[in-house]
């Protein structure tokens, strides 16, 4: 059983910075494909970052160049810093882990998910 536990969300003000951890607990390994999703109210869930296999790292558009994933195999603990935040960048913000397959990792249907922490950026 693998659970994640995600923390560091709040509220903030445009242009400032907040950076997401989420905990890993379980059965897991540094090659896991890890990633965050976002889900704002009224909008589907999408993808934000994600760290592949292989260590190499994927951003939706709208956070590129603002927005950093990490992770910390030796704390078992993958990282979201944010700067730059935009009050569209207001959501709650979710953890995913999937052991992935030998085509790669999955676009959204992660098989492990954190309960979200939420981020809210004021204008």
């Known amino acids: 059983q693998v659970q994640l536990v995600e923390s560091g969300g709040g509220s903030v003000q445009a242009g400032g910075s907040l950076r997401l951890s989420c905990g890993v607990y379980?059965?897991?390994?540094?090659?896991?494909?890890m990633g965050w999703f976002r889900e704002a109210p009224g909008k589907e869930r999408e993808g934000v970052a994600r760290?592949?296999?292989?260590?190499?790292?994927i951003y939706t558009d709208s956070v590129k160049g603002r927005f950093t994933i990490s992770k910390d195999n030796a704390k078992v603990t993958l990282y979201l810093q944010m700067n730059s935040l935009k009050p569209e960048d207001t959501a709650m913000y979710y953890c995913?882990?999937?052991?992935?397959?030998?085509?790669?990792?999955?676009?959204?249907?992660?098989?492990?998910w954190g309960q979200g922490t939420q981020v809210t950026v004021s204008s």
């Open positions: 995913a882990a999937d052991p992935g397959t030998i085509d790669g990792c999955p676009y959204r249907a992660f098989a492990y």
């Open positions: 379980g059965d897991t390994y540094s090659s896991w494909c």
């Open positions: 760290i592949d296999s292989d260590g190499g790292t």
